[in-house]
């Protein structure tokens, strides 16, 4: 057990069966990296370090964590980085999903294990986040959060791109036959061209919001892009901030609660953010113990405007709402709404911010309270025979003529039968169509990819068809769009509903009255329950075994049970 009367490094002694002895050891060995006495006296901020060569998102990592360090030193502390797994979005197979509950356990164990008196946690890329933020709510050792920051939209051909919501646009219209080859390799080259996370309010964009709502994040630090001046200031005065937690503790289980966790959620539906934020929240609250229904989500849904115009649901970039006045400028329009006495890690409450900041914006970007791009949230959950424990449908960056509709089900079994045959000239699919895709969920074997988002099939989109509802228990990428139930529950692995979805089924969808339901008679589902098999064999080894062992299902978070506070 970690001694938290003691501080420095002093803290945590690896125990020796001597502390004096511990405290000598460990003074000598850090004196062997240069370390004067005097600075060894000091308070100790670690610096949980998510960089790595296969995260392109964090490519300008060394210079953050160098200009953290600069902060901590100016304010009497000494910096200590370390590393942590991280999970580049695009670089990890089957999916950096899997992994997050791996990197949680790993910056939580680091935190425990060494001795800091307080921590900054860098991270952006999608997963990274909703991890560091598990694990430091698990420590429950002082913490600020330092965000990568976004990627800078390009010029290209007179229309701005950025990464990824535009390089989905542009693979569609490769896939309809209306961009060549030529053409789309000159568009790869031209998606992604700085340092930071996805430029649109995918789930990385969605998260650092999150964060910053929470109160983990210094104060109009969530939309500042990662090669802006500003960041490298925002990194500076995290590192002061942490050295000012170290001496006066503010712990995650104080800003964490039921209270801010309510305003992350009314900040995610006003921002049309990510689906995948839903399972990440759920996971945040549970490691502080509060539970999320996803009936609150329709609540607050409600009555929860949506407020920015960022793609895929609207025409602009992060930088743009940045310039546009940061996330404050949405905090101040969802006031009304707002738990203004929540603690941030800034030490003032989330009123008292509010209240000190400029009351500029810009109405192309952040649009006011009464004249909103839509009246209710951007996410619904949906209950019914098909998911008796729910579903996620992005509304806002859906086609509301889909939005109450009875189809037949077109079903693929798994994402290899959907390779195989979404694009065979012989499938027997028309727009009017449902199409279905099973065993994509946590425990499926693929532990629950961003394949929701299911390809329009080949001869639909040379036809022009750009939108069809598509159900399945998988997540999709917060930079995508179209009209996509996803994280279907339980899921057909286990032997849901889903599982028994056949071709030539009825599905009917309402999301007026949120709910989706699968039109087949009781005697028949029997039936089909009675012959059902699980799909994929249990892992023999290694984190695999754990993961399938022990994850939840995506309305508990997907995170581990034994992770979760009673």
């Known amino acids: 057990m970690t001694d938290r009367s003691k501080t420095g490094l002093a803290r945590g002694l690896t125990n020796y069966g001597d ?12 004196k062997s990296m240069g370390y004067s006495g005097g600075l060894l006296e000091r308070p100790v901020v670690g610096i949980a370090d998510s960089g790595s060569s296969f995260n392109n998102c964090h490519r300008h990592f060394p210079e953050l964590v160098e200009a953290v360090k600069r902060g901590v030193l100016a304010a009497g502390g000494l910096p200590l980085d370390f590393p942590t797994i991280s999970l ?17 356990m790993d910056v939580e164990e680091m935190i425990r294990a060494q001795p800091m008196d307080a921590v900054v946690l860098v991270g952006g890329c999608d997963k990274t986040v909703p991890a560091q933020l598990m694990g430091a709510a698990s420590a429950d050792v002082p913490a600020v959060q330092l965000l990568a920051g976004p990627m800078m939209p390009t010029s290209f051909r007179g229309e701005r791109l950025g990464a990824c919501t535009d390089c989905r646009r542009f693979w569609a219209l490769h896939r309809a036959g209306k961009v060549d080859a030529n053409e789309i390799a000159e568009v790869e080259g031209n998606l992604a061209t700085t340092a930071g996370t996805c430029a649109v309010m995918g789930t990385a964009s969605t998260m650092a919001a999150i964060a910053e709502a929470l109160g983990m994040t210094l104060p109009g630090t969530a939309a500042i892009p990662a090669v802006h001046a500003d960041r490298l200031r925002a990194a500076e005065a995290s590192g002061a901030r942490a050295v000012a937690l170290a001496r ?8 964490i609660t039921r209270l801010s966790l309510e305003n992350a959620l009314r900040v995610l539906l006003a921002i049309g953010g990510s689906t995948n934020a839903i399972v990440h929240l759920v996971a945040i609250a549970g490691r502080v113990g509060v539970d999320i229904p996803l009936a609150k989500l329709n609540a607050l849904s409600d009555a929860t405007p949506v407020l920015v115009d960022l793609k895929p649901t609207g025409q602009h970039y992060m930088s743009d709402l940045n310039a546009a006045g940061g996330l ?15 603690l941030t890690v800034a030490g003032e409450t989330l009123g008292e911010r509010l209240a000190r900041e400029p009351a500029w914006v810009d109405r192309d970007v952040v649009r006011s309270f009464d004249a909103p791009l839509a009246r209710e949230g951007g996410l619904v959950a949906l209950f019914g025979s098909l998911a008796p424990n729910g579903a996620i449908l992005k509304r806002s960056a859906a086609d509301p003529r889909l939005f109450e509709r ?16 979404i694009d065979d000239p012989a499938l027997e699919v028309t727009a009017d169509d449902f199409l279905v895709m099973q065993n994509a969920g946590p425990k499926s074997g693929y532990a629950m990819p961003e394949a929701g988002y299911l390809p329009i099939p080949a001869k639909l989109a040379r036809a022009g068809v750009k939108d069809m509802v598509r ?4 997540r999709m990428s917060g930079t995508a769009f179209g009209t996509v139930v996803l994280h279907v529950s339980p899921e057909a692995a286990i032997g849901g509903p889903l599982a028994l979805v056949r071709n030539g089924d009825r599905i009917r969808l309402s999301v007026r009255e949120r709910r989706i339901d699968l039109q087949v008679g009781a005697e028949e589902l029997a039936r089909r329950r009675a ?19 022990h994850v939840l299902q995506a309305e508990q978070g997907c995170d581990f049970d034994f992770l979760r506070r009673a």
Request: charged share 25%; proline share 7%; aromatic share 10%.
């Open 88 to 104: 580049g979005e695009v670089f990890l197979s089957p999916t950096s999903m899997m992994f997050r509950n791996l990197m949680a």
């Open 248 to 255: 006066s503790p503010i712990r995650p289980s104080q800003i």
């Open 531 to 549: 012959s059902w098999r699980a799909p994929a064999e249990r892992p023999a080894r290694g984190y695999a075994r754990l993961y399938i062992d």
């Open 328 to 342: 404050g400028a949405v905090l101040r329009e969802l006031k009304p709404l707002l738990n203004l006495e929540c």
């Open 406 to 421: 009875e189809a037949r089900a077109v079903v693929f079994s798994s994402l290899d039968d959907l390779a195989a045959r």
């Open 19 to 30: 502390a004096g002895f511990s405290l000598y050891l460990r003074r000598s060995f850090a």
């Open 471 to 474: 159900i399945s228990d998988a």
